[in-house]
T-cell receptor, first 111, second 114 residues
Framework: GQQVMQIPQYQHVQEGEDFTTYCNSS?????IQWYKQRPGGHPVFLIQLVKSGEVKKQKRLTFQFGEAKKNSSLHITATQTTDVGTYFCAVSGAGSYQLTFGKGTKLSVIP | GAVVSQHPSRVICKSGTSVKIECRSL??????MFWYRQFPKQSLMLMATSNEGSKATYEQGVEKDKFLINHASLTLSTLTVTSAHPEDSSFYIC??????????FGQGTRLTVV
């Protein structure tokens, strides 16, 4: 099945600093999804990217899908303590509901 | 949005016993549900795909006789951990989708085998 590499594994930032996590695949992806998992919680869907070069924003979060549809990034501007958690990218095959998750990036925000 | 309910949220059982975990889609029908396992500080690892009315599809390395999956209706899938051992202690979580696109996750079940 499809695999996706996610980096970094951990990121510690001061509150107010920016944060970025990256996902890369060796194959062209049909789509990519991003999830956030708070400590002790379950993954919550953030967004799905489908189009080449797509950029979507949700308040301080910016999601990008590469032109070749092989990589994606999630950028958080001016992090807040509420951003703490692990961010996962996930990919699925065309028409498939099955998701393969990246290893996740655990974000810690120092007040 | 769509809701997936998982029960129980926590369970402690003795070695050798079996534990059943339920996953329900509350406001949509799900012909397919997924069961994941998550170890501390690690990602979600797909264990199996639960298919309504047919056998589950297990990922490589997952023992189908140990992790019994039943998907008897369009809104309910169950995962039974049989003859549990301490190494089965983990966070188990299910997901389902009302359509192609985002997955909705249950709250997860933290299993501790003593």
């Amino acid at each position: 099945g499809q695999q996706v590499m996610q980096i970094p594994q951990y990121q510690h930032v001061q509150e107010g600093e920016d944060f970025t996590t990256y996902c890369n695949s060796s194959t062209t992806l049909s789509n990519i999804q991003w999830y956030k998992q708070r400590p002790g919680g379950h993954p919550v869907f953030l967004i799905q990217l489908v189009k080449s070069g797509e950029v979507k924003k949700q308040k301080r979060l910016t999601f990008q899908f590469g032109e070749a549809k092989k990589n994606s990034s999630l950028h958080i501007t001016a992090t807040q303590t509420t951003d703490v958690g692990t961010y996962f990218c996930a990919v699925s095959g065309a028409g498939s509901y099955q998701l393969t998750f990246g290893k996740g990036t655990k974000l810690s925000v120092i007040p | 949005g769509a809701v997936v309910s998982q029960h129980p949220s926590r369970v402690i059982c003795k070695s050798g016993t079996s534990v059943k975990i339920e996953c329900r889609s509350l406001d949509f029908q799900a012909t397919t549900m997924f069961w994941y396992r998550q170890f501390p500080k690690q990602s979600l690892m797909l264990m199996a795909t639960s298919n309504e009315g047919s056998k589950a599809t297990y990922e490589q390395g997952v023992e189908k006789d140990k992790f019994l999956i039943n998907h008897a209706s369009l809104t309910l899938s169950t995962l039974t951990v049989t003859s549990a051992h301490p190494e089965d202690s983990s966070f188990y979580i299910c997901s389902a989708s009302p359509g192609a696109g985002e997955a909705f996750f249950g709250q997860g079940t933290r299993l501790t085998v003593v």
